[in-house]
């Protein structure tokens, strides 16, 4: 006679899945992603355009809000708008900001704590208590915390909090799940306030050193996002996902 085991559902088909960020880069990937499993995606961005143009490109069933994820109010009332669900990704963030250390203007550096930590812990505090048990949260960092280049200290020190944050709230949250994709440079809209062949040189320059011989693309890292999502038994985990940037 079998044992008979109880297994947690899998996969995303009829999940309900919020994405803030979710209307650009790793976080639209992700929504598109996911939709194609199946799931009833939420985007949320600070600007009703793209959030409107994030769902002309989604299943109809989608559905968006503009909201300050700054604003403590804001994300409060968000979530009582969206109501119970599974997952939750955090990848908003605004474009990189570099600056070595005798030009680091302080209010500038606080400002990009703001989103970045401040906004993803109000997000997970007021959105916790609307997420079904089974559920997951996925934050987003990146590798420079493991290998900084000069001009990145505010940066660098950011991405050492998220992780410090995650692993707590995997502690403090259980048993929902919480992790965090740690990416390494990929094309995405972050890196758009440097010029377009600056830029694709830089790309093409630390590409070519990689493991992968390119950089990353947001559909790569929306991969990493889906198996979190989907990983029933990963929790407080940091998945580095970066070409084998941090070995060479």
Known sequence: MKDKESKAPTGLQGKKV????????????????????????????????????????????????????????????????????????????????????????????KQFFNLRYWGALMAVKYASPFMRKDGSITLTNGTIGLRPWKGWVVAASLTCAIEGLTRALAVELAPLRVNAVCAGMTRTE?????????????????????LTGRIGEATDIAETFLYLMKGNFTTGQIMVVDGGGVLV
């Not at 972050?190 to 990689?210: H, Q």
Request: aromatic residues 6%.
């Open 190 to 210: 972050l890196w758009s306030n440097i010029p377009e062949t600056d830029r694709e040189a830089m790309f093409s320059e630390v590409g070519g050193k990689l």
């Open 18 to 109: 919020v994405l803030l960020g979710g209307t650009s880069g790793f976080g639209r990937a992700t929504a598109l992603a996911a939709s194609a499993e199946g799931a009833e995606v939420v985007v949320v961005s600070s600007n009703q355009h793209r959030v409107d143009e994030a769902l002309a490109a989604l299943p109809a069933g989608s559905t968006g809000y503009a909201a300050n994820l700054t604003d403590e109010q804001q994300i409060a009332e968000l979530f009582n708008k969206i109501g119970e669900f599974d997952h939750l990704v955090f990848t908003a963030g605004e474009t990189l900001q570099l600056s070595e250390l005798s030009s680091i203007k302080m209010d500038e550096a």
